[in-house]
């Protein structure tokens, strides 16, 4: 199983304060013989219909000096397990948490702007000053 990212802990409160329900930590699975570990499975139930809405959060800090290495990484885990909930959990959305600062300033630049037109990713931004999601982006 893989490490825990610094801010899961403080992610998945923030989370939980939002109304959401922890279903797993990590939301595991397997691809032939791949194993799959998102960070995070939630679920919500929204409108009048109470109808389930049930996310995935892979949770990243960019801690590394090299944000652009820490963003391949991120960024090619992400597509990864896009493409395995697709296969396995397709009612599943799938974000990749960051913190505010990082998208304020690393997420601003204009290869990732391009990058991020050309494979849009679903965004949750998290703000490192008090435990409350900022903002959902896609």
Known sequence: MPAKDM???WVKE?????????????LS??????????????????GAEKEQQKIAVEIKGFLNV?????????FGQYLCYK???VREDPDRTLYLAIPTP?????????LIQDVLK???????IYNLSNQEIQSWIG
């Open 7 to 9: 801010y899961h802990d």
């Open 14 to 26: 923030s989370l939980i304060q939002a109304g959401w329900v922890v279903s797993h930590d990590p």
């Open 29 to 46: 699975f397997r691809i032939g013989k791949i194993g799959i570990h998102v960070d995070l499975g939630l679920e919500n139930l929204i």
């Open 66 to 74: 090299s944000k652009i290495t820490d963003f391949y990484a991120a």
């Open 83 to 85: 493409v395995a909930l």
């Open 102 to 110: 990082i998208y304020n300033t690393f997420f601003k630049e204009v």
């Open 118 to 124: 050309e494979h849009p990713a679903k965004l949750l």
